[in-house]
């Protein structure tokens, strides 16, 4: 048996941004343009008017102030509202791999590692461009990598799930580096023109580099993960390759794009997700006040200062529960781990901490580390 070590993280973040106040302009005008193009439905009670969205909505329901997107001008184009990229052959790099890779990069930069080094790629993200061959399988052949590679998809909870797997395979001895990669292009399956969640996600690619500790001279142990899952419709995407075989497959149906019914979510899952944690700590001996550090999944504030009050039982320190989500906003299962990166390098060694993310499924996945 061998012990998982995290020795690196990488980030890539699109060069484009947009505000709450452009996202706001540009909803509103859609808003603008379908209630004059459905005047006689909406006076006859036949279609509900839309309403518009305002910045300070968005920032008190959320925290969110902007997000990174791979296309800006698609997105705020109020007659398209969703982004516009370019098709590419199957010869060229797909999109997905191309933004992973320049995190894995980074990420074996920071090990003092190549590509070759690496006998596993996961790439675990909440939506895949295509079916198949696996993006992972892509990643593996532009970093050079060797081994085997595959996709996994646990929507919001790809990180966490993608490391406890690599973790156990490097326990195990049948890999000995693994890079776990979550290229999240959410802009692709948000539905920009529903008020209630036009403002969520954002675009990003994070990459974790896992290896044996006893190969690396520094980094953070692994020393216990933990998923769940639990079946729930409430957070749903029904987009897939199945929908042309229905009568209204090939229709802009809304159930096509992200779908949250985001009360019953808070109700449900930040219970499930603070017992998680509880159990997990209470299992690996771990005293939730040894804590210096919870990196949570950043889909809210609200719901992240929750979490952390019930784990520590306490209202956090400055700095014990860092957030990236207002520069962000919620990048599906990437946000953790842009968490980790950002606000992990201060800590000493054997200071304790806990990854966590949680999502669509319902699923949570939880990683204790310690830094050595």
């Known amino acids: 048996m061998f012990t998982p070590a995290i020795t690196g993280t990488g980030v890539f973040t699109p060069a484009e941004v947009i505000t709450n106040d452009e996202l706001v302009a540009s909803f509103n005008a859609y808003v603008d343009l379908f209630n004059a193009e459905h005047a006689?439905?909406?006076a006859a009670g036949e279609v509900a008017a839309l309403d518009h969205s305002s910045s300070e909505f968005i920032l008190k329901a959320s925290g969110i102030e902007q997000r990174h997107v791979m296309d800006k001008a698609g997105v705020l184009d109020p007659h398209r509202m969703y982004p516009r990229l370019a098709q590419r052959s199957d010869d060229e790099p797909g999109i997905m791999a191309e933004m992973a890779l320049d995190a894995c990069r980074k990420a074996l930069a920071q090990a003092g590692r190549r590509g070759d080094e690496v006998d596993l790629v996961i790439c675990a993200a909440s939506n895949m461009e295509r079916a198949y061959p696996a993006i992972a399988i892509e990643?593996?052949?532009?970093?050079?990598?060797?081994?085997?590679?595959?996709?996994?998809?646990?929507?919001?909870?790809s990180a966490t799930f993608g490391i406890q797997a690599a973790a156990d395979m490097i326990r195990a001895g049948s890999v000995r580096r693994a890079l776990v990669v979550n290229p999240e292009i959410t802009s692709g399956h948000l539905e920009w023109r529903d008020r209630d969640c036009h403002?969520?996600?954002?675009?990003?690619?994070?990459a974790t580099l896992i290896e044996r500790r006893e190969d690396a001279a520094h980094g953070f142990e692994i020393r216990s993960t933990r998923c769940a899952t639990e079946f729930s419709n409430n957070i749903r995407n029904n987009n897939g390759f199945l929908r042309r075989t229905r009568p209204d497959g090939m229709a802009d149906r809304r159930d096509m794009q992200f779908m949250q019914e985001g009360r019953k979510v808070f109700k449900e899952v930040l219970p499930m997700v603070a017992a998680h944690i509880h159990a997990h700590l209470d299992e690996t001996g771990v005293d939730p006040q040894s804590l210096r550090r919870l990196w949570l999944h950043q889909a809210n504030k609200t719901m992240n200062d929750f979490i952390g009050r019930k784990v520590l039982g306490r209202d956090p320190e400055p700095g014990e529960q860092p957030n990236i989500l207002q520069d962000y906003a919620n990048t599906s299962s990437a946000g953790s781990i842009i968490a980790f990166d950002a606000y992990s390098g201060d800590l000493a060694p054997g200071d304790l901490g806990l990854i966590c993310?949680?999502?669509?499924?319902y699923s949570v996945g939880s990683v204790v580390v310690e830094r050595f």
């Open 40 to 42: 006689a439905q909406i």
């Open 139 to 157: 990643i593996q052949k532009l970093l050079g990598a060797g081994g085997f590679a595959f996709d996994m998809n646990v929507a919001c909870s």
């Open 199 to 206: 403002f969520i996600f954002g675009d990003v690619a994070t």
């Open 357 to 361: 993310s949680f999502g669509a499924g």
